[in-house]
């Protein structure tokens, strides 16, 4: 199998790092590519109607794409728990909270260098503060769920934290949340979130 995916890419670190996690990075190979709503790039185009990277080339079987779908479809063939089923939709409310720190990152990532100097500061900040809304939330309600075996939604959070420190470093996003601050830094420090870093 060959995931089309791209290293800066959060919502592909998701993925790249659960295929880490699963032991299955000998049956999966990576394809880097550069895209953008703009100019998608035609792997990212063969792949996935909507253009948008991740997505897992399969020997037999449409592609899958959409890193949630990737993701559930991993651990499956990998036969981990990374979506226990005793706590199932709290899981995938947090993974559901991160993904949504994710589209409101990219959003912002977008906004600022698609438009360039267009860019409507109003639109930015509006999206910042869905995210800082989220920050405050996992900081407040979502601690015990970051403790514990690694689940989807830990994945998700890492790396969702992770894209903030690279596209929004300005943003002080730990102060105030010392919790969560404090288990970014344990979770970043993972072999797999290491060897997954944006190059
Ligand atoms: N919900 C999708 C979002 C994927 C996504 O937006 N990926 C970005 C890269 S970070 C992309 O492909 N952008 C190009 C585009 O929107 O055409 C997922 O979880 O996989």
Redesign the pocket.
């Known amino acids: 199998m060959k995931l089309i995916c791209?290293s800066a890419?959060?919502?592909?670190r998701k993925v790249r790092v659960l295929i880490r996690e699963a032991g299955l990075e000998e049956a999966i190979s990576e394809q880097a590519v550069t895209?953008?709503?703009l100019d998608?790039a035609p792997q990212?185009l063969a792949a996935n109607p909507l253009?948008?990277?991740?997505a897992l080339i399969r020997a037999e079987g449409p592609a899958l794409?959409?890193?949630?779908v990737i993701c559930r479809y991993i651990d499956s063939l990998a036969e981990t728990t990374f979506y226990p089923e005793a706590r199932l939709w709290e899981v995938l409310t947090l993974e559901a909270t991160a993904?949504g720190i994710l589209d409101s990152a990219?959003a912002m990532t977008y906004e600022a260098r698609l438009r360039g100097d267009a860019a409507w500061p109003d639109w930015i900040e509006a999206q910042w503060a869905k995210i800082d809304r989220a920050l405050d939330a996992l900081e407040a309600r979502w601690m015990s769920h970051l403790s514990g075996p690694v689940t989807i939604g830990q994945i998700a959070t890492g790396c969702a934290l992770a894209y903030l420190d690279l596209r929004q470093p300005d943003r002080d996003w730990r102060a105030q949340r010392p919790a969560l601050a404090d288990w970014a830094g344990r979770f970043s420090a993972r072999a797999t979130m290491r060897a997954t870093t944006a190059e």
């Not at 890419?9 to 592909?12: C, E, F, G, I, N």
């Not at 253009?51 to 991740?54: A, D, K, L």
């Not at 794409?65 to 949630?68: A, L, V």
């Open positions: 791209a890419s959060p919502y592909a895209t953008s709503p998608s990212a253009g948008r990277i991740p794409y959409d890193s949630r993904e990219v």
